[in-house]
């Protein structure tokens, strides 16, 4: 609830500042990892302790991890998008002396695929339905329509 929260307020602000930018990236891939590991270790997957954030997502799209109706649904767009926020918090993380941007299209395509995961793996589908109280799911509901809402003023 606290990392979509985080996100949420990094999206507010990133219109008006854009040094927002490498935060939003890294806690919204943060937000969707999180989900993914939650969920899975409520299915009583072992997940490795080096695992990427990209890995964490693949697994709990695959059915043998996690079953049906619990499966995430992660295309190759929803991957290719994902990727490519994971590759600007990647640049970001671990600097290589070049200038970090990520692009207003990356954001635009990306943030709608955090939300997708989140929603579907803690709200809509959550492995245990007492995951999160009444209120924490307003509240997560919440952050995702801020991520939403800047990915529709990003595309427009």
Not at 5 to 14: I, L, P, S, V
Not at 15 to 28: E, H, K, Q, R
Not at 70 to 82: C, D, E, V, W, Y
Request: charged share 20%.
């Amino acid at each position: 609830c606290e990392t979509v929260a985080r996100a949420a307020r990094a999206a507010q602000a990133y219109p008006d500042d854009a040094a927002n930018a490498p935060w939003l990236v890294t806690i919204s891939v943060l937000a969707a990892q999180q989900a993914a590991a939650i969920a899975l270790r409520a299915a009583g997957d072992s997940i490795p302790a080096q695992a990427g954030a990209t890995e964490l997502l693949l697994r709990a799209a695959t059915k043998d991890r996690l079953s049906p109706p619990f499966t995430l649904p992660f295309g190759a767009a929803a991957r290719q998008s994902f990727d490519r926020l994971v590759e600007a918090r990647n640049s970001f993380m671990h600097p290589r002396g070049l200038t970090w941007f990520v692009s207003q299209d990356t954001l635009a395509r990306g943030l709608p695929v955090i939300g997708a995961v989140v929603r579907h793996l803690i709200l809509t589908q959550p492995v245990l339905t007492d995951l999160v109280s009444p209120r924490e799911q307003e509240q997560i509901e919440d952050g995702l329509q801020d991520l939403d809402a800047l990915a529709e003023f990003l595309d427009a």
